[in-house]
């Protein structure tokens, strides 16, 4: 194999490596109505903390056990700097529209843990004691 056939066999595979990952489907999205469950790594900083410093073994319980609504689905976009992901708003189990210092929080796909219709309730059952597990915050009293 000369130096040119080897520059069109790395540009082949180039060009085919970029088609598959065009057509390779991403992420299931999700639609409004679906149950999810959100990423604690989202919402507690602490338990963030410690995945970055790579002791995610010590976090116990990775998704919250509360089961929230999606609302709003804002679909991908494409802008200049590239491609914005397609991204949820969600509602609480209480009937409230997720929000954070006022403004509506909005959370990815790969932020989110579906839950099936027949799941049963978590063997957590608060946040609270999600946290516990999880040693961010002492023992409830």
Request: glycine share 4%.
């Amino acid at each position: 194999m000369n130096n040119i056939d080897r520059i069109h066999y790395i540009q082949r595979n180039i060009y085919e490596n970029a088609r598959d990952m065009i057509q390779k489907p991403t992420r299931p999205s999700y639609q409004v109505g679906d149950r999810v469950r959100i990423s604690l790594r989202v919402t507690d900083a602490k338990v963030r903390e410690r995945l970055k410093d790579h002791r995610g073994k010590t976090v116990v319980v990775k998704y919250t056990p509360d089961i929230y609504t999606i609302a709003e689905v804002f679909p991908a976009v494409n802008t200049i700097a590239g491609v914005r992901r397609e991204s949820y708003s969600l509602i609480s189990p209480f009937g409230n529209i997720a929000m954070a210092g006022g403004v509506v929080s909005k959370f990815y796909s790969n932020d989110l843990l579906k839950v099936q219709p027949n799941e049963t309730a978590p063997t957590v059952p608060t946040l609270q004691d999600a946290n516990v597990l999880n040693k961010t915050i002492s023992k409830i009293k």
